[in-house]
T-cell receptor, first 110, second 113 residues
Framework: GENVEQHPSTLSVQEGDSAVIKCTYS??????FPWYKQELGKRPQLIID?????GEKKDQRIAVTLNKTAKHFSLHITETQPEDSAVYFC?????????FGKGTRLHILP | KAGVTQTPRYLIKTRGQQVTLSCSPI?????VSWYQQTPGQGLQFLFE???????NKGNFPGRFSGRQFSNSRSEMNVSTLELGDSALYLC????????????FGAGSRLTVL
């Protein structure tokens, strides 16, 4: 069925270090993979997305990689800062709908 | 452009009652999706509408229903409320008909007592 698995559920990294969040999806027809950030008490907001015809995309300190063969995609945040503390959701398209993973709570330690 | 507007923002109901939530999408957006957010379960897909047609439905019981109007505004209804329906209900709108960038509203927080 339509499923997006996300790991880890919680991640703590030292400020300045890198953070990596990994997701897998189940349908090889999925072709759109967005990542959303949700700060405490706020709505989810798109931070980066990638389509299936691209293997990697970068935007400043954030990058996403996609392995279509393995049905894996990952979010990489470099030089983490306190404002990166939030819940991050990966997602994949299934037909015309977007299915989300359960989220990763990222803590940036001082 | 005004963002996605959801009303009401907060509401408290008792078991057995029913509730209607409203979502006004960004002007020009014809697609609206609804999600239920609970701690530990992330964002669970409820429905997706385009041009007044429900194109997709998630794995929720028939007590959950929705509709979309000709101006793209959408409503969802939950009947015979249960304690487990307590959640943040988020709607998101996007342009066009295919999977695309979702812009979320602030949500309607429902508490069932």
């Amino acid at each position: 069925g339509e499923n997006v698995e996300q790991h880890p559920s919680t991640l703590s990294v030292q400020e300045g270090d890198s953070a990596v969040i990994k997701c897998t999806y189940s349908d090889s027809a999925s072709n759109y993979f967005p990542w959303y950030k949700q700060e405490l008490g706020k709505r989810p907001q798109l931070i980066i997305d990638i389509r299936s015809n691209v293997g990697e995309k970068k935007d400043q300190r954030i990058a996403v990689t996609l392995n279509k063969t393995a049905k894996h995609f990952s979010l990489h945040i470099t030089e983490t800062q306190p404002e990166d503390s939030a819940v991050y959701f990966c997602a994949a398209s299934y037909d015309d709908k977007i299915i989300f993973g359960k989220g990763t709570r990222l803590h940036i330690l001082p | 452009k005004a963002g996605v507007t959801q009303t009401p923002r907060y509401l408290i109901k008792t078991r057995g009652q029913q509730v209607t939530l409203s979502c006004s999408p960004i002007s020009g957006h014809r697609s609206v999706s609804w999600y239920q957010q609970t701690p530990g379960q992330g964002l669970q897909f409820l429905f997706e509408y385009f041009s007044e047609t429900q194109r997709n439905k998630g794995n929720f019981p028939g007590r959950f229903s929705g509709r979309q109007f000709s101006n793209s505004r959408s409503e969802m209804n939950v009947s015979t409320l249960e304690l487990g329906d307590s959640a943040l209900y988020l709607c998101a709108s996007y342009e066009g008909a295919g999977a695309n960038v979702l812009t979320f509203g602030a949500g309607s927080r429902l508490t069932v007592l």
